[in-house]
């Protein structure tokens, strides 16, 4: 089978997965509107088929994740930015034109799967990196994603963006006090922040994160999920922050 057909496919059993009965996307008394449809038009296949080879192609050059095979990307990334995504923007609107900002966005996860399905929306993908900057930058050109933007720089070197971010967000960064301090230096008087976290995250480290960044967080969500049965658990936190002090 081709790789269009394995995306195709993937896609559509974990949209099924997670919005079936009692799943957490699922428990909202109602939900919010989403950008992520039941199955993918023939368009969002083939960019996605072309983000994974590229993918492929580039990691051999540099390190953008461990090397493997198409379906392996697939599985071990995609479906995890996919599943993200799904459960974000569930639980958090963000009204347009705010932008995304994506911290430590490396290969573009999850911040170049949110503007496949929202190309009009602004995201900006951060990565300090000067080599994963520029795949970025090939991949959003071949993608014909115009309204991403990759950002070659630290976070806390990231000056003003040109669209308000109403959302920081970052996979796997582990520095949550730095996507705080982030959003309260450039989101305006109030930001929400999400974070694809571990299962042994609790609710306890947002205290020690707030202290880190010198913002006041509300921590709105903690939603657990899996990837399928007996698959990879995972956590979004989602976090409102502002100005104000406690």
Request: proline share 6%.
């Amino acid at each position: 089978m081709s790789i269009r057909h394995d995306i195709e496919e993937s896609y559509a059993e974990l949209y099924r997965w997670m919005f079936r009965e009692n799943a957490a996307v699922s428990l909202l008394p109602q939900r919010n509107a989403h950008p992520y449809p039941s199955s993918l038009s023939a368009e969002q296949v083939e960019t996605f088929a072309v983000y994974l080879e590229l993918l492929h192609l580039w990691t051999r050059r540099i390190d953008l994740v461990a090397p493997a095979s198409l379906e392996v990307l697939l599985e071990r990334h995609l479906l995890d930015s996919w599943a993200a995504g799904m459960v974000l923007f569930q639980f958090a609107a963000i009204e347009a034109p705010l932008s995304y900002l994506d911290i430590g966005s490396g290969a573009g996860l999850p911040g170049l799967p949110f503007a496949v399905f929202e190309p009009e929306r602004e995201v900006y993908l951060c990565e300090p990196r000067e080599k994963r900057a520029t795949f970025l930058q090939n991949a959003i050109s071949r993608l014909s994603l115009g309204a991403a933007t990759p950002k070659c720089a630290r976070a806390e070197d990231l000056e003003a963006l040109e669209v308000l971010p109403g959302l920081v967000t970052a996979r796997a960064v582990g520095k949550t006090g730095l996507l705080f301090s982030t959003a309260l230096r450039l989101g305006g008087d109030s930001c929400l922040v999400s974070e694809l976290l571990g299962p042994s995250w609790n609710e306890g480290q947002t205290e020690e994160a707030v202290k880190d960044s010198g913002c006041s967080a509300v921590l709105k969500h903690l939603i657990p999920y899996t990837l399928f049965d007996n698959g990879p658990q995972r956590q979004i936190a989602i976090w409102s922050v502002s100005r104000e002090t406690r």
